[in-house]
């Protein structure tokens, strides 16, 4: 479109304008512009106006015809080698003023989307540093967390075996007493042998070793109560547990006790909502256990498969945690 308007100011270029061919015309036949104005009765600037080309905007269409016409007869010229000079250079002017509208219209309209361009540019800048401001966030987040979450294990897993050391010891502790008891089980066989012994010494020797057997009657007395206050002592140490068992039993109940029977050794230890240690430490086999405290109940125990509980009133399955390993759950 642009080589086509090119084309057409060039062609329009080419011609003469009105004003230049009444000019020429004129010093053709040796006139002045005086002479002109004086034979038309026109003013001398409408004369000047005239050849200059200088049509007034304002001035009425028809006026101008009528000067060009007048002008033209002056000097010999018709009116077909005038006027339509005339209508090209008005028609010119006009696309002239009506590409310069255009081109200011297209230079508002393009200014416009200039405007629009840089105001999305601007927008997805915003959104893009957005996104990279929570992405970095998250990022920070998901470290913060993977920390804490580490130290949280790396603590629950130096908890883990604590419990299982306590465990392990308690186990070679029990196994103890067993050994103890196999011990003490020869000596007092030794010391029954020792009274059968005197007892037939008696009857051989008669009264001619009295003196001897009461002595050796005497030691036996004497190893048979050390055998006999070391069981009682044991006895006493095994009855123990069922005292503080009952004990432990009579505390009263809540609207959330906590019953807890041990089959086997075992390593616990129970806090209440807010924190209070119910009972910690190791439960021999055949201990029973009732807590109370504010629910929930955090719970640790070293061997839960050694260990039945109920929850009010309703059994709690184990059987899900593996024997040997540290059970840690909550209840409810």
Known sequence: MSIEQTAENMTISTLPLPGDVLRQQREKLGLTQKDIADRLRLRLAVIQNIEDNNFKSDQVATFTRGYLRSYAKAVGLSDDDVLPLLEEEVNHKEQSMQSFSRKTNR?????????????????????SSVWWWQNQSLDTLSVSELTSSSDSLSQESEADLAVLEA??????????????????????????????????????????????SDTDSSVTDTATSDVSSSLSNESSDAESPESTNIALSDSPASANPVSMSFSADCWIQVKDAEGKVLATGVKKAGHQLSLSGKAPYSVILGAPEGVSMTFAGEAVDLSGYTAGKVARFKLP
């Not at 230079?107 to 959104?127: C, F, N, P, Q, Y």
């Not at 020792?194 to 007892?199: A, R, Y």
């Open 107 to 127: 230079e508002k309209h393009d200014s416009r989307i200039m405007l629009i361009t840089w105001g999305v540019l601007a927008v997805l800048v915003g959104i």
């Open 167 to 212: 465990q392990r010891e308690l186990n070679v502790a029990s196994a103890q007493p067993v050994q103890q008891n196999e011990e003490v089980e020869p000596t007092a066989n030794a010391a029954v042998s020792t009274e059968d012994t005197t007892s037939a010494n008696e009857e051989v020797n008669n009264s001619s070793n009295t003196e001897s």
